[in-house]
């Protein structure tokens, strides 16, 4: 017998965060593996930070209010959401800029091997920046070499310096072996570096009991910290004396206020920092990681399974929609992806009826279900909703077909 | 005869411009070539950036809020503060990344030069990102050479990749000849990269005319954008289809939504942007960049001299403080630097009478001058405090001696 979302919705020990956010009466937002909804507690910090802290504290808030830790302070409260013990987690700067730290770092740690291993289809900023760094230091330095999902591991040779995926595809949702995937890497002496921009804040994670050397990923998905909020990056503890990025900045040198003219790297993860970090944009992912506070993250993997798995069993008398997420709910994320030839003007449909999903070439509906505010009801309705378009073909009006620029 | 503060403060035709800010009731803050105030307007753009783009329309205000643009809205805005026309600026990152991205730049359009020649005394900063060049590409593709301020032009030559001065100097204020340093380097077929961090907002300047090739600076200083608010940069249109920089982002693609796994850089400027920015940042800087809409830089300029003369003009009753900066208002941003053995404690004694400069090693007073909002009674008034100090010697109790991490 199928279970009534209702009870679900009742049963379940995480419904009490959705009050901790702003989302608009009546919307069904499926959306928040692009851009997390704003917490309230978000909009309370940032008055204080934008009236108090800056307009009257001013300059000395950097040490009254404790600007110049944020990378740190932030950084600490994502490090559990990792699986990471203190001292190896800070924020800063975005997940494209810390991917070329952490790139370059590797390859410097693994002198004599150029080889950088991806994943064809992983998330392009992560693919151009390694491009970059192919094109700024020659072939004979750094070669980017991809192969499909299924390839990885035997690809893994003497010259891979590093393996760099994305835990969860953008595209499809599919999860790596993290665990495999990184013993196979240090099997042939190759380090690892994770994109965890689509894993954080929806899943468990243990970047330290499975010996990753570094990862990175954005504030603003699962995190809820804003649109463009500032991303982060691990750096396992083992290479913190070693490990050196090339982003020599102020604010990651050993003795910052010394205005030495002398670069010397920070201790540990700090060496990680370059510029001055926007504050206002790191308050608000300060304030929207206190969420997370007292959060069980096996109980929001086992929600998310729950509700991504009920998404796809309402909809598989909809042949029409080919699922491109994994069947199994262990190898996928927090999200589904169909695909559909009119899939853009589905998702342009499904929005008029206030459903926000959103759309990835080729013709890839995507939909995000974030177990802090999406409700079983929600996504039984979406679901309904979505139904419905695909019945009445309701999306083949010209104003659904309309491409805008993004989503 | 002396003209009273309040006749000057009476006749100048920016004093309507503080009622735009939000400053304490009784404060004379003397930081905002540090930290510029906060606009009222930001306040409020904050407000409607959070609660409504974010937390109502949510993902769809890329489009409808046209988030997406906002790297070059922004930077649109700031192109008349540099004498720039439109397409040649764009908001992005911090200065010290955008550093990195045009010294790089600068290096592949002079293939065969290595060196870069800056000034002993620029801000740490853009040595330590130059330092970090070096020692990514090793010293025969890329060489920091640094000499005095003095010795600058005359260090140039057929070797110089690129000249990188900060146009105002941080710590005594002393500005460069733009125009002088920019041709020299022009004679030998040097490149220049001007960092306008300390001038940006507080002077006119003319990157067109004086045909500069690339420059950037920060937006929380004289722009008042905000603690660590996003950074600029300008490329002279000449070398906008030859330029590129290393760090191949998502945004920077020619194509972002395409999602193509190969990098394209954009068309003009946009190849200088990588990764997603902070939206709250952007929204705050775009805000505070609205008060410049009506203003004449000459005004803003002019006032900046008298302030600092008037400053400087009151204290030279007070041998014991040294200064630093240049005599001459010509030759001087806008702030006025003092030397004094006790210069810490000083500048603690002053905030705690109210007056808020700040601190540099070694024993360096800074005072700066924002003309939107420092009135001239303030600049007296301060003047007045700070011989009070030093004539009662108050800064020598203890509490004043006592070092924080900032300022």
Redesign the interface.
């Known amino acids: 017998m199928r279970i009534e979302s209702v009870a679900l919705d009742n049963a379940d020990p995480l419904a009490t965060y959705r009050e901790a956010f ?3 009466q009546g ?1 069904i ?1 499926l ?1 928040g593996n ?2 997390g ?2 917490p309230r507690a ?2 309370d910090t ?2 204080k930070t ?2 108090v ?4 504290d ?6 009254t209010h404790d ?2 830790n944020l990378p740190e302070s932030v950084g600490e409260k994502i490090a559990p959401l990792l699986g990471a013990e203190s001292g190896q987690v800070i924020c800063t ?5 810390n991917l ?1 730290k952490l790139i ?1 770092a590797a390859l410097q740690l693994r002198p004599g091997r150029r080889k950088i291993l991806s994943q ?2 992983n ?3 992560d ?3 390694a ?3 192919e ?3 020659g072939a004979d330095r750094a070669q980017l070499v ?1 192969v499909s999902a299924e390839e990885i591991t035997a690809s893994i040779d003497a010259e891979t310096a590093l393996v760099m995926l994305t835990h969860v595809n953008f595209r499809d949702g599919q999860i790596h072996d993290m665990a495999g995937v990184t013993r196979a890497a240090h099997e042939h002496g190759a380090l690892v570096l994770w994109d965890l921009s689509h894993s954080t804040g929806a899943m468990p994670l243990a970047l330290d009991a499975l010996e990753v050397d570094f990862a990175t990923g ?1 504030g ?1 998905k699962y995190l809820n910290g ?6 982060y990056i691990y750096v396992n503890r083992g290479h913190q004396d070693e490990a ?1 990025q ?5 604010m990651g ?1 050993a003795d910052a ?7 010397q790297p920070a201790e540990g993860v700090w060496r990680f920092v ?9 308050q ?1 992912l300060s304030a929207a990681l206190d969420l997370f506070a007292g959060i069980d993250l096996e109980q929001v993997r086992q929600k998310s399974e729950v509700l991504t798995t009920r998404f796809i069993d309402s909809l598989v008398d909809c042949p029409e929609l080919e699922l491109i997420s994994p069947a199994a709910a262990a190898a996928r994320g927090s999200q589904v992806s169909f695909r559909h030839p009119q899939g853009y003007a589905i998702v342009q449909a499904l ?1 008029a009826a206030g459903v ?1 999903g ?1 759309y ?2 080729p013709g890839i509906l995507r939909f995000g279900f974030s177990p802090l505010y999406t409700s079983f009801t929600e996504a039984e309705e979406a679901a309904r909703l979505l139904r419905d378009i695909l019945t009445s073909q309701s999306y083949l009006e010209p104003a659904f077909q309309v491409r ?4």
Chains 1, 2 share one sequence.
């Open positions: 702003d989302l608009p919307l937002y959306d692009s851009l909804a704003l978000v909009r940032l008055s934008v009236e802290e800056w307009g009257q001013l300059i000395k808030s950097w040490n600007w110049i700067d975005s997940t494209s800029i070329f370059v064809v289809d998330f392009p900023t693919l151009y920046m491009q970059g760094i094109a700024l230091l991809t954005c603003y804003g649109p463009g909020a500032p991303a050196v090339p982003l020599f900045g102020w040198h206020f010394s205005f030495s003219p002398d670069y370059t510029g001055t970090p926007s504050v206002i944009a790191m608000a929005a926000i959103d990835r070439d805008q620029t993004v989503t």
